[in-house]
């Protein structure tokens, strides 16, 4: 079991920079594939981008390649999303979730079995 708690949205302008972070309960963390999710107003849920229990493998979205960096701190229970150059189409709510450990990192919303509340990033032109 894990529970996870966002933080570090907000209003910003296009070009602007945010970090979000995830924090999560328990001993176990480091045995958990994390990731971020984001969904925005009338779309489905999409995956924006994961990383291994390890740290040893991260993955993106296409639309975010080159912007976005996830990272995590295992002595902190702790995963970050470092978001640079936000477009207003960034604007959604993310998620953060926890996959349990398996031999390949999931990108879609229905492997992960944990999930925080979400928070709000809005971008304004």
């Known amino acids: 079991q894990v529970q996870l708690v966002e933080s570090g949205g907000g209003l910003v302008q296009a070009g602007d920079s945010l970090r979000l972070s995830c924090a999560a309960s328990g001993r176990t963390f480091s045995t958990f594939h994390m990731g971020w999710f984001r969904q925005a107003p009338g779309k489905e849920r999409e995956f924006v981008a994961a990383i291994s229990g390890g740290s040893a493998g991260t993955y993106y979205a296409n639309f975010v390649k080159g912007r976005v960096t996830i990272s995590r701190d295992n002595a902190k229970n702790t995963v970050y999303l470092q978001m640079n150059s936000l477009k207003p189409e960034d604007t959604a709510v993310y998620y953060c979730?926890?996959?349990?450990?398996?031999?390949?990192?999931?990108?879609?919303?229905?492997?992960?079995?944990?999930w925080g509340q979400g928070t709000r990033v809005t971008v304004s032109s």
């Open positions: 979730a926890a996959a349990n450990m398996r031999s390949w990192v999931p990108m879609d919303p229905g492997d992960y079995g944990y």
